[in-house]
């Protein structure tokens, strides 16, 4: 069974960090451009970060470039986000996406999400 599970997610003060995981089944993720979107109440849909099949190329949103780092491991068919100094506007649920092709494609897989909050 094709699935894509994320985890990581929780509650954290201002400027704290957490580490979301995306682990897939079923298929390898390898294959996949592999992409961390958000989706916050009354907001649209938002890209994250992604990082292209073969690793060479990641792209982030500008509201997490030099805080978030997207990371793959291959061995346990998973991938990260690294998530530092964060800002209550990151609160959100997260989610990861198999995209196929380059990172701007369509998504093919995606997990249910887990959800960030930052608070204090």
């Known amino acids: 069974q094709v699935q894509l599970v994320e985890s990581g997610g929780g509650l954290v003060q201002p400027g704290g960090s957490l580490r979301l995981s995306c682990t897939g089944s079923?298929?390898?993720?390898?294959?996949?451009?592999i992409g961390w979107f958000r989706q916050a109440p009354g907001k649209e849909d938002e890209g994250v970060a992604c990082?292209?099949?073969?690793?060479?190329?990641?792209n982030y949103a500008e509201s997490v470039k030099g805080r978030f780092t997207i990371s793959r491991d291959s061995a346990k068919n998973t991938v990260y986000l690294q998530m530092n100094s964060l800002k209550p506007e990151d609160t959100a649920i997260y989610y990861c996406?198999?995209?196929?092709?380059?990172?701007?494609?369509?998504?093919?897989?995606w997990g249910q999400g887990t959800q960030v909050t930052v608070s204090s």
């Open positions: 996406a198999a995209i196929l092709g380059a990172c701007v494609g369509p998504k093919h897989y």
């Open positions: 079923g298929f390898t993720l390898d294959y996949y451009a």
């Open positions: 990082i292209s099949s073969g690793d060479r190329i990641t």
